[in-house]
Every structure is written in structure tokens, then in C-alpha cells.
């Protein structure tokens, strides 16, 4: 007998630590981040993690502009090759952009101390995604063929009998002995056309969106302060760090 798939939005999202569990590090970056400095820190990280010898850690930053290669990318969907540096990444998943005015969120979690199950680790993460930008009014929408976080545009073109909706989140993670690595990213003012040198995730008939296209006026602090409150109502407690 085939067994049926659990739809990712049945999971449970609560992802809260063991009892006597240490509060998670909140470090945020002011200044852009090179992409390869971020992925030596974070391997390094999460072996102490894995170790028991560090905390674990959420890192917000921003990236110089840059296009990463997850590991179902298809060479196909690199449109402009030469326009960015492209970096290939241990990541699920497929290309996406980092630049200026997107939010990257690097999430450095032991599941051995929640729940080790990788689909409800990623539900988890829609969800945190979901919640945060529900304080800004966004109703942001999880799909069960692709990963990430989605807006409906019902103002925009679209097939017959369908909803036109862009993605607003990305979401690609890896796991090294049940810690995670890489995260979410949150357009709040990136360049949208820069996303014209990709087939984003793959997805060919959706569009990207940002909290500014929608026509709200929200600052990276803005993000920030509700991506804190909505993390530790999933999470845990956490703790800032400079």
C-alpha cells in the first residue's frame, strides 16, 4: 500500500528546544556580508553547534548583488551568466539573487534539540515567514509543489482560471549532523529586475514581489523587529548579540 505524503501545512510547526535549552543567539549585520565570508562562518558554526560548543544562532545580513546555485539548479535557468558572480551552494534547491534590500536570514539550529524532521523544520520556516509578514498585513500564502512564501496579485494577468501570485520568500537549507545552515531570504526593497538574470527556484510562470512593490513602507528594522517576535513564538527565546 502507498503511503500519503503529509501536506507540509499539517505538520506541526512548533519548534520549541528542550527544556534547559540555551536562549538562541540574534545577531544582525549592518554592512553587506561577502556571500563566501558568511558560508566559512556558518560551516564553522554549526561544527561548534554540532559539538556543543557554541550556541545556536539566527544571522541577519544583507549580501553584495549575487546569484547562488542550490543543489537542483539547472544551468538552463542561469539567464544572464556574467551579470553577477554565481556561487554554487550545498542548499537545497534551485538559483536565486541575494543583493541590497533583501533580508537573508541565516538559521544555525541543532534539530536534535527540537524536532529532527527536515519537512517540519521547512514548515516551520514558511510558517515564521508567514507570521511576520502577517504584522505588515501581507498575507503570505506556503504551496505544496514549491518551497517558499507566495502573495496573490489579482490585479495581474493570468491564465485562464488561475490567480496570478509572485513570491515574496525563498527558503533553502542544509542540515550537517542535524544542524541547519543557510535559511530564508525576504525581499523588503531589493531591485526586482535584477531577478531577470535567473529563472527564480525554477518557477517560469510566477513573478517576484517585494514588501515595497506591495506598496508598503517597511525599513529592514521594520523586518527585523517582527521576524524576532514571530521567530521565538515558533522557536524559543533568543538573545541579541552585536
Given amino acids: 500500500m502507498k503511503l500519503m505524503a503529509i501536506a507540509r501545512s499539517n505538520l506541526t510547526s512548533n519548534m520549541q528546544p528542550k527544556a534547559g535549552s540555551a536562549a538562541v543567539e540574534w545577531r544582525v549585520s549592518d554592512s553587506p556580508i561577502a556571500y563566501q565570508d558568511a558560508i566559512n562562518f ?12 557554541a550556541a545556536e544562532m539566527v544571522w541577519l545580513l544583507e549580501h553584495p548583488p549575487l546569484f547562488t546555485a542550490g543543489t537542483s539548479a539547472d544551468s538552463a535557468d542561469l539567464v544572464q551568466p556574467d ?10 534547491g534551485q538559483y536565486t539573487y541575494h543583493g541590497p534590500g533583501q533580508r ?16 517540519a523544520f521547512v514548515s516551520a520556516l514558511e510558517r515564521w ?21 507566495w502573495v496573490k496579485r489579482p490585479t ?82 533568543s538573545v541579541y548579540i552585536d
Fill in 129 to 149: 515567514t508567514i507570521d511576520t509578514l502577517q504584522s505588515f498585513g501581507v498575507t503570505g500564502e506556503r504551496r505544496e509543489d514549491r518551497v517558499g512564501v
Fill in 42 to 53: 556558518m560551516d564553522q558554526r554549526v561544527l561548534e553547534i554540532a559539538n556543543g560548543k
Fill in 156 to 237: 495581474r494577468p493570468a491564465p485562464a482560471g488561475e490567480t496570478a501570485e509572485d513570491k515574496i520568500a525563498a527558503i533553502g537549507i542544509r542540515l550537517k549532523k542535524w544542524v541547519s545552515l543557510h535559511g530564508i531570504s525576504i525581499n523588503v526593497e531589493p531591485e526586482l529586475e535584477h531577478f531577470s538574470g535567473i529563472v527564480p527556484c525554477g518557477v517560469q510562470n510566477h513573478g517576484v514581489t517585494s514588501l515595497v512593490d506591495l506598496g508598503l513602507p517597511v525599513t529592514m528594522n521594520d523586518l527585523d523587529i517582527e521576524l524576532r517576535k514571530s521567530f521565538e513564538a515558533i522557536f524559543g527565546s
Fill in 104 to 119: 537573508v536570514v541565516y538559521v544555525m539550529l541543532d534539530l536534535k534539540r527540537r524536532q529532527p524532521d527536515v519537512r
Fill in 83 to 92: 551579470r553577477f558572480p554565481v556561487f554554487k551552494t550545498g542548499r537545497g
